[in-house]
């Protein structure tokens, strides 16, 4: 799990622009609706990115099996 902070620069529209602390070189943009209520400029959030190991081998299996069907859909 990646825990980092952010400043939230400004709001274009509906895309906050936020600015990975310390150096705040590194933009990134993401929609407005997945910011916390109530966030404005000027506030620093904590963002934490987690790998999702089970929902990714669940995806990776619904698709193997939609291309075995579509494989014997073909031999058909």
């Known amino acids: 799990m990646e825990n980092f902070k952010v400043t939230l620069d400004r ?4 895309i906050a622009v936020l600015l990975v ?6 933009k990134i943009n993401i929609p407005v609706f997945l910011l916390p209520l109530e966030s404005k400029e000027g ?14 081998e ?3 299996e619904r698709v193997s099996n ?10 058909d």
């Open 58 to 60: 669940d995806a990776k």
């Open 11 to 14: 709001i274009e529209d509906d």
């Open 21 to 26: 602390r310390d150096e705040e070189k590194i």
């Open 66 to 75: 939609l291309l075995e069907k579509l494989k014997n859909k073909n031999r």
């Open 43 to 56: 506030d620093i959030l904590d963002i934490t990115i987690a790998r999702n190991v089970q929902e990714t």
